[in-house]
Nanobody
């Protein structure tokens, strides 16, 4: 199993920035960030593979950047120009599926999950 621990969430004003981190206990070929609001389905935000090719949801494209430090087994999500609608619990996930050359952003295709970190934009 792979254990994932997220950090970096918090409260920020609209237009501000936050950087989320996710430390993994092991290596996986595809990792991703997801978010979930109460009463809603978990949605994909971004994913990245070992080749560092990212995939983003349309709602965050151009504002969020996913990256990874393989030496530290750490995944990052830089979130800029935050909007009210970005408020959610953010989850890191590992061992995702692939679609062609890109890692999946579908929650059902990931095996391991962190506990989440809350992001609140006001």
């Amino acid at each position: 199993d792979v254990q994932l621990v997220e950090s970096g969430g918090g409260s920020v004003q609209a237009g501000g920035s936050l950087r989320l981190s996710c430390t993994a206990s092991g290596y996986t070929a595809c990792m991703g960030w997801f978010r979930q609001e109460p009463g809603k389905e978990r949605e994909g935000v971004a994913s990245v593979g070992v080749d560092d090719r990212p995939s983003y949801s349309d709602s965050v494209k151009g504002r969020f950047t996913i990256s990874q430090d393989n030496a530290k087994n750490t995944l990052y999500l830089q979130m800029d120009s935050l909007k009210l609608e970005d408020t959610a619990m953010y989850y890191c996930a590992a061992d995702g599926g692939r679609h062609g050359s890109l890692c999946s952003t579908r929650a059902g295709e990931y095996t391991f999950w962190g506990q989440g970190t809350q992001v609140t934009v006001s």
